[in-house]
């Protein structure tokens, strides 16, 4: 654990030292600070209860009781589905980027190269984190890039920015500013803009391919126990994911300046992708999770933006008679289902 934690932390101090070893000022150095306002809401359903595999959950503000027939797992004594009220999140992020000319060339594959740094301070109402970053591009359609980040969270009334959830209750226990959490992650970035083949306007299709490695480590946890960050669902594990973004969209010189549509991916990695896999019918902890839906990103001058995303999610379907369970590792997988998952913004404004 010691020794895991001082790697991670190593990620955090080295960015911070290229950064401050670069020159107050430089030719061609770009220096950048955005402030950005971020929030979803997400709407809430019955966990695929009833469903068929593959359907599509509707949005429930009636929350479904535990049926007579449960029978609670020890402390689990299960939960109601769906909910009176979707839950909310909003945060606010500094971030300072510094840009760096890098093996500049004179063709149009390397005319553009260059090394950024990234300082990112953000804040929400149970949380805080710092994120650090660098990014190389070589060429014009590839971008390769590492980072980490440190973060904490504390309790506001029964919103818990940081717990463990490992007791078998399904409810995570409060580890209010009791630990940290540490992630750090490599990753590339392919992208493809038609204009650059076809210039003009109208012409700008862009594509965007990133496929991102991450370890994330929450001190209080140990080997294959979950945790919850953030108000999150706590089924975070200490160990590797591998993460994926693709985009494809259409950027216009208009006020609605980008359309698109956004798929994310998520799976575990290593031991936690065998705790419980699809073949042994447990909990699925090898599933893949898939988030897609349309972007819609508004230019309101020359200094800020609004981007608005509307999400769905395919989730795991569990038996009828353990989709009750409160606790996740009391579930027993029987297929998907897609629902709405959230609405969110995302509103930036360069300083």
């Known amino acids: 654990m010691k020794s895991r934690s001082s790697e991670l932390l190593m990620c955090l101090v080295l960015p911070v030292s290229l950064i401050v070893a670069l020159p107050a000022f430089g030719e061609g150095i770009e220096r950048t600070t955005t402030l950005s306002v971020e929030g979803a809401y997400y709407l809430p359903d019955h966990k695929g209860h009833g469903l068929n595999d593959g359907g599509f959950a509707p949005i429930r503000y009636a929350p479904l009781e535990l049926p007579p027939s449960f029978v609670p797992a020890g402390s689990d004594q299960g939960r109601?589905?769906?909910?009176?009220?979707?839950?909310?999140?909003?945060?606010?992020q500094l971030d300072h980027t510094i840009r760096v000319p890098f093996l500049v060339g004179r063709g149009l594959l390397t005319e553009g190269n260059n090394l950024t740094f990234s300082v990112t301070a953000a804040l929400s109402p149970v949380s805080t984190r710092l994120e650090l970053g660098a990014a190389l591009t070589p060429l014009a359609f590839l971008k390769v890039y590492a980072g980490a980040m440190a973060g904490t969270g504390w309790d506001i009334g029964l919103f818990n920015g940081m717990g463990l959830n490992a007791d078998g209750s399904g409810v995570p226990e409060s580890a209010s500013l009791q630990?940290?959490?540490?992630?750090?992650?490599?990753?590339?970035t392919f992208q493809f803009d038609l204009a650059a083949l076809v210039p003009g306007d109208w012409t700008h299709v862009v594509t965007l391919l990133s496929p991102r490695l991450q370890y994330a480590w929450f001190s209080g946890a140990g080997r294959g126990?979950?945790?919850?960050?953030?108000?999150?669902?706590?089924?975070?594990?200490?160990?590797?994911?591998?993460?994926?973004?693709?985009?494809?969209?259409?950027?216009?010189?208009?006020?609605?300046?980008?359309v698109g549509v956004l798929v994310k991916t998520e799976r575990n990695l290593g031991y936690v992708r065998e705790l419980s896999p699809l073949s042994d019918g447990g909990w699925a902890s090898d599933f893949l999770l898939i988030t897609a839906g349309p972007v819609f990103n508004f230019r309101l001058s020359e200094r800020n933006s609004l981007a608005v995303l509307l999400q769905f999610r395919r989730e795991r379907r569990y038996t009828e008679d353990s989709v009750f369970y409160a606790y996740y590792a009391n579930r027993e997988y029987a297929g998907t289902y897609w629902d709405f998952y959230r609405l969110a913004f995302s509103y930036s404004l360069r300083l």
């Open 225 to 258: 126990e979950a945790w919850m960050f953030e108000v999150d669902i706590g089924e975070n594990f200490n160990g590797w994911k591998l993460l994926g973004s693709w985009f494809l969209g259409y950027r216009m010189p208009l006020a609605l300046d980008t």
């Open 80 to 92: 109601s589905l769906g909910s009176s009220w979707g839950p909310a999140e909003i945060q606010v």
């Open 179 to 188: 630990g940290a959490v540490l992630k750090s992650w490599v990753g590339g």
